[in-house]
């Protein structure tokens, strides 16, 4: 056999060993995602990412395995907690979906996951960012617009509390009428914009899914949060204390409603409000 023959036969076989040794790599990597899923479903987070990560090293295209990953990943930070622990976990997780997002911007499902990371280690801007993000791709998504209205209600309870607590005077929930025009004006300034934009999205959730206890309790609330800023405006503010009571009496009822049917739902396979057999 001539040299050139050689090299060729030699390019051969070597060919067909790294085919081999992919596919073997291949089938260890769905046998560790299989694994994985196993034991996430079982709560053993830990042990569910050992594997995860294996299948990723062994075949990083194998479709969810990041996705996997990362899930199991979310799963160990602790809502909250900012420790370095804490934290460098929640960034593991959120690059990981990010590599996700990077192939396939639209996966709502992985714009969710960081929104919800940021969201459980405080960081709500960037949560209410990638909240946006998730509505963008899909517009009717109740809970994403939940969770914006909440933030934001979050945020001017916080600089309600902030401006009052030190000055002396405690939060009424009624406008804060008897509080010196000078502290409300401050109130006003900061919270209009985020009351506005959580009216905005709190409504988009109800509008999209009629019968949400959640978003139509936190309505009230941030109706008792629009009299601050109408403060000054007698009936403003008794507009917005009454339509805060409609919506409080309106998730209560619905609430009530919800678990009736809940306990008189059909057995065998359902699905959850996010379309989730289950």
Not at 5 to 31: E, F, H, K, Y
């Amino acid at each position: 056999m001539n040299r050139t023959a050689r090299i060729t036969s030699l390019a051969v076989v070597l060919a067909g060993m790294v085919l081999s040794i992919s596919g073997c790599n291949r089938l260890a990597a769905r046998d560790q995602l299989n694994k994985g899923v196993d034991s996430y479903k079982s709560g053993k987070y830990e042990e569910a990412i050992g594997h995860f990560q294996k299948a990723t090293e062994l075949d990083p295209s194998l479709p969810m395995a990041k996705t996997y990953l990362a899930t199991a990943l979310s799963q160990n930070i602790v809502p909250g907690l900012d420790t370095a622990e804490n934290m460098k976990t929640a960034q593991q997780a959120i690059s990981i979906f990010q590599d996700v997002l990077a192939k396939d911007p639209s996966d709502v499902n992985s714009l969710k996951q960081v929104a919800g990371i940021y969201f459980n280690i405080k960081k709500l801007n960037e949560a209410k960012e990638w909240q946006k993000k998730v509505l963008a791709v899909d517009p009717k998504d109740p809970e994403a617009a939940y969770t914006i209205g909440v933030i934001d209600w979050t945020e001017a309870h916080e600089n309600v509390l902030k401006t009052l607590v030190p000055a002396g005077f405690n939060d009424d929930g009624q406008g804060n009428t008897k509080v010196p025009k000078k502290l409300m004006a401050q109130i006003q300034e900061q919270n209009a914009p985020l009351v506005e934009e959580a009216l905005q999205y709190l409504n988009q959730a109800v509008a999209n899914r009629p019968n949400y206890d959640d978003a139509m309790a936190y309505l009230n609330l941030v109706y008792r949060r629009k009299a601050d800023v109408d403060y000054g405006n007698p009936d403003a503010v008794k507009a917005d204390l009454a339509a805060a009571d409609e919506w409080r009496t309106k998730a209560m009822g619905t609430r009530k409603a919800n678990e009736e049917k809940k306990d008189k739902g059909p057995g065998g396979i359902t699905m959850d409000s996010s379309g989730n057999l289950k």
